[in-house]
């Protein structure tokens, strides 16, 4: 429904998965305007062809949509680009650091920077997207520094949400095309297959945003999907789509530790880290009524729709 009082959103890390999901629904369901803050010429291409001929969205939209580059440890250009919002979405974040881009970079000196900007401007709410089982003292160096971007954020400057969810799967995302390689393969192998994963759908997450936003909420919050499962059945179930039956083998955890870590200690992009991988095995059972609740989510996309959606768009 289209809210009678429109608002303008600063989102950061706009051209993700996440943030072009959540501009295209905020274009499309609010008379909301965005600045969609990025952080390369090649990304503000991205953005811009959203609403070019042939893009995801209508030419009307593109004059309530405004895409900016900026540093996001730059505090004066991202001041700059929140003039005039109200609300703030940070969607910055990575999973796999290298020699060039760490966490803390991404994580840390993003949020620092973000709170100081957004302390002098108009906006008085900042939603963040983590990651279930980030804390400041986790032993994982990712979570542990998603875990410090949060504190940083409910410390100072406008009131702030952290939504912290499991694997997103979405239309054309990452995980939802290596899932499909996954369903759609003979045979694999899988480190530990029998780690929990609750995957959550990326337009409710979308709606979980929107509506700790709107509500300006304040706290850290774990949101996951409606079934939990292990990581072999969550194939298993994605393959039942195609008709399949991989054969999945279940190779320790530990030793794609060592893969991760030989791997890192020659590149300086190793495909796959050690704390990348601990994320990924990191067992998800989450209990999200109580964050449903409070975000006035009736229920979630079933697991079965969520793959049928995905699995389905190239
Ligand atoms: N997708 C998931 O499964 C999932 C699960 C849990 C939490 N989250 C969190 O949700 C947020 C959005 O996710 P997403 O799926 O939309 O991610 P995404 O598609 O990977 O987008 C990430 C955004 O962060 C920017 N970024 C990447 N590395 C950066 C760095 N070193 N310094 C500054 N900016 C950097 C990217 O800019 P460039 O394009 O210029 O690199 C992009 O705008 C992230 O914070 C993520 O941690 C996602």
Redesign the pocket.
């Given at each position: 429904m289209v809210s009678e009082v429109s608002g303008k959103w600063l989102i950061t890390?706009?051209?993700?998965?996440?943030?072009r999901r959540l501009i295209v629904y905020l274009l499309k369901s609010t008379r909301d305007d965005i600045v969609a803050v990025?952080?390369?010429d090649k990304?503000l291409q991205t953005m811009q062809r959203l609403t070019s001929p042939g893009g995801d969205l209508s030419e009307v939209y593109s004059t309530r949509l405004a895409v900016v580059v900026a540093d996001?440890t730059n505090v004066a250009q991202l001041q700059g680009a929140a003039q005039g919002c109200d609300k703030a979405v940070h969607?910055?974040?990575?999973?796999k650091a290298t020699t060039i881009?760490?966490y803390q970079?991404?994580h840390e000196d993003?949020c620092l920077a973000l709170v100081e900007a957004l302390a002098a401007t108009s906006v008085d709410h900042i939603t963040y997207?983590?990651?279930v089982g980030s804390r400041p003292d986790a032993a994982n160096a990712c979570l542990a520094s998603?875990g410090q971007a949060e504190v940083i954020l409910a410390s100072g400057g406008p009131s702030s949400c952290t939504l912290r969810?499991?694997?997103?799967l979405g239309e054309g995302?990452y995980?939802s095309g290596a899932l499909r390689r996954r369903a759609t393969g003979n045979n694999g192998f899988v480190f530990r297959g029998e780690s929990l994963e609750q995957p959550i759908y990326a337009g409710d997450v979308v709606n979980a945003i929107c509506a700790a936003s709107t509500q300006q909420l304040v706290g850290g919050y774990d949101l996951g999907g409606p079934e939990c499962l292990t990581r072999k059945q969550l194939y298993q179930r994605g393959a039942d789509l195609f008709e399949k039956t991989p054969i999945f083998v279940s190779l320790p955890i530990g030793v794609g530790y060592l893969v991760a870590w030989v791997l890192e200690q020659f590149l300086g992009n190793p495909p796959i880290t050690t704390a990348m991988l601990g994320v990924l095995d990191h067992d998800d059972n989450i209990d999200s009524e109580p964050t449903m609740k409070l975000l006035g989510m009736e229920k979630l996309t079933s697991l079965d729709a969520t793959l049928e959606a995905v699995l389905a768009a190239r």
């Open positions: 890390g706009a051209n993700g998965n996440l943030g990025v952080r390369s990304a996001y969607l910055v974040g990575i999973l881009s760490t970079a991404a993003s997207l983590s990651i998603k969810v499991p694997m997103v995302d995980a």
